[in-house]
């Protein structure tokens, strides 16, 4: 089936090569004289542009119109990986609103895409899931809507707010417990899971850390 005309393919490409030539919305609606609430709805895979706008912006990176509009869920820049987008700072603290904008990417092996499975990565912030887990960490987190007791895992409360834990079931609803030890943990019951709601969204399955300066 051709990826032609998919808003979401199309929308993490444009992600994708925006990082890649460190251009902001600002800048490409600047360049290009595109009005920013049209790229804005191109970004958020909101509408897909026409063929003469996919021709602009793929002169306006150097690409080809299919490396805007064929997905990159295949090899990079060898044929054992492939792309994983890095969506904003997830809080390993107190909850907050999840950036939604990509800010990096990632490489991972196309082995952990067999069986369907999807991936995306999350920077974390603060200092709770220490010291397994720190400050500036780029997660790589398999795409799911539930986990195992003692997974860890992001879990979106309220609709829109995201906080990273280690999460632990029992028959009244469940714990997410941080690994920082001055921490208190945050306690939800089986109403409060179904109603605020409060659901997972993503499994650890690989920790990226950069190099501390000294």
Request: aromatic share 10%.
């Amino acid at each position: 089936m051709s990826d032609l005309g998919n808003k979401e393919i199309f929308a993490k490409n444009l992600q994708y090569y925006m990082i890649l030539n460190k251009k902001t919305r600002n800048d490409v609606c600047r360049d290009l004289e595109i009005p920013y609430s049209t790229f804005t709805d191109w970004y958020n895979a909101n509408i897909y542009p026409r063929i003469d706008k996919i021709q602009l912006l793929a002169n306006y990176f150097g690409i080809q119109k299919s490396d805007l509009v064929e997905s990159r869920n295949k090899p990079t820049n060898n044929f054992n990986s492939a792309i994983v987008f890095v969506y904003g700072t997830i809080p390993a603290g107190i909850p907050m609103e999840c950036i939604e904008d990509v800010i990096d990417t990632e490489e991972i092996s196309q082995d952990m895409l067999k069986g369907g499975k999807q991936y995306f990565g999350l920077r974390v912030k603060g200092n709770s899931m220490e010291p397994e887990y720190l400050d500036g960490d780029t997660l790589i987190l398999e795409k799911v809507d539930n986990c195992e007791s003692g997974d860890d895992a992001v879990i979106m409360v309220n609709g829109n707010d995201g906080t990273f834990k280690r999460v632990f079931k029992n028959e009244n609803g469940i714990i997410l417990q941080p690994l920082n030890s001055e921490y208190a943990p945050l306690v939800f019951t089986n109403e409060q899971i179904e109603n605020l709601p409060v659901k997972v969204i993503g499994i650890v399955e690989e920790i990226r850390r950069k190099k501390r300066k000294k």
